[in-house]
């Protein structure tokens, strides 16, 4: 990536970290960790890593506390939930995770 794409990146990650954090304010947002059930061992699973990015990228992208929490299982491969916080929250997490 040239110096131009790296800056344009980045401001497109600062607008969207400026986003979240208005959209977020001080509640946490609940969403599933995974787009579905734990893929069984060995077996091919395409779509899947695309689809989990989609998800998942909300933190890393957002500079968002996150905590994953286990949830049911489906077809007996487990779920889990996925919680996140608002910048500069991280310890009220734990507490909203344990109430799962």
Known sequence: MDPAGE???RSRV???RRWL???LGGVVLALPATPGPAPAYGVPAPGVRAA???LTC???LGGLPAVTVPGA???GLPVGLCLLGAAGR???LPAAGALT
């Open 7 to 9: 800056a344009a990146a």
């Open 14 to 16: 600062g607008a969207l």
């Open 21 to 23: 954090d208005r959209r």
């Open 52 to 54: 989990l990015l989609g």
């Open 58 to 60: 909300l933190a890393g």
């Open 73 to 75: 299982r489906v077809a």
């Open 90 to 92: 991280d310890e009220g």
